[in-house]
Structure formats: structure tokens, C-alpha cells
């Protein structure tokens, strides 16, 4: 079994990774935790691992974790920030947004999440499945951007229905 050392060295010989980040703007929120659940399990299955960052909120550690995550070669990248950091994006990863469009790079821009988190804190009961569904469609689309693909649009979204009387 190669050491770690080792397989650090070889991806940046082949200038590639196994190697997915997560940026999400907190950890200690339930959607945000929920959301790397299953984008962890769903990079798993496909042999490639997570490296979460936290940025608290806050740009400066957003632009940091960016200029990390460059360095270090990740595969690509998933995030959700509510920061104008679009400027600082580097073309040569591939990344995929939730909840925000940034023009310069194929995006993911799943407006559901707003709804749901919106409908979790007025109360309704939202099934696991919109957050479950939203994870799998971003790893879905990283992978085609990882493998040089050209996505068919710009900005994909996931449809929610909440049903009438499924409250708490």
C-alpha cells in the first residue's frame, strides 16, 4: 500500500487528484453537515475523497481555502459561498456552485436550497431526499467537468414540491 507521502507526489507528477473540496460557509449548521454527508458518500463510490473547508463566512478564509485547494491540485471543487469571491475563482479547477451563479465557469446553481432551508426553519418538515438529490447532481456534474465535458447549460435546478400538511 503506497504511502500517503507517495500519493501526494505522484499527483502532482500527473497534475491530477483524487482529491474533491468542500466549501461550505458553515459546518455547524444542519443543512450544511447534511450536504457533505452525501456528497462524501457519493464521491466514495467513485474512489475519490473529501477535503472539507469550513470558511465560517467569512471571504478572506474563502479566498484562502481557494488559493489552498489550487496549490494542493484538488480534482474540483463544490461550494456554497455568500461572498462576492467570483473574481478570485481559478479556471483550471473545475467547480460546481449551489445557490449562487458564477459566470466565469460551469455552474450547478440549485436555487432549492433556499426553499427547503427556508421551509425547515418556518417548520415544514422537508424530506431528506431534495438535499440527498441535490448532492448527488452536484457530484454528477463535477465529474463531467473533472473528465473535460462540456455541460448542456449553465445553470441546472432542482425542482421542490412541498406537500400541503407535512409540517412537525
Avoid at 443543512?31 to 463510490?45: M, P
Avoid at 426553519?121 to 473528465?147: D, F, N, S, T
Wanted: proline share 5%; with cysteine.
Amino acid at each position: 500500500m503506497p504511502s500517503i507521502k507517495d500519493v501526494v507526489a505522484r499527483n502532482f507528477k500527473m497534475r491530477k487528484s483524487k482529491m474533491v473540496a468542500l466549501l461550505l460557509p458553515s459546518i455547524w449548521h444542519p443543512f450544511f453537515s447534511e450536504l457533505a454527508y452525501y456528497i462524501e458518500d457519493e464521491l466514495d463510490r467513485e474512489g475519490f475523497k473529501l477535503m472539507l473547508c469550513n470558511s465560517g463566512g467569512k471571504p478572506e478564509k474563502e479566498l484562502y481555502y481557494l488559493d489552498m485547494l489550487r496549490q494542493n491540485k484538488v480534482a474540483g471543487i463544490v461550494g456554497i459561498t455568500y461572498n462576492d469571491i467570483e473574481n478570485s475563482v481559478s479556471n483550471d479547477i473545475p467547480i460546481v456552485s449551489i445557490d449562487r451563479h458564477i459566470n466565469k465557469i460551469a455552474i450547478n446553481d440549485i436555487l432549492a436550497a433556499n426553499y427547503i432551508e427556508r421551509a425547515r426553519r418556518q417548520g415544514i418538515r422537508v424530506p431528506e431526499q431534495p438535499v440527498e438529490e441535490m448532492a448527488r447532481m452536484a457530484i454528477r456534474l463535477l465529474y463531467k467537468k473533472i473528465e473535460g465535458e462540456t455541460l448542456d447549460q449553465q445553470v441546472y435546478r432542482l425542482p421542490v414540491a412541498f406537500k400541503q400538511g407535512e409540517t412537525t
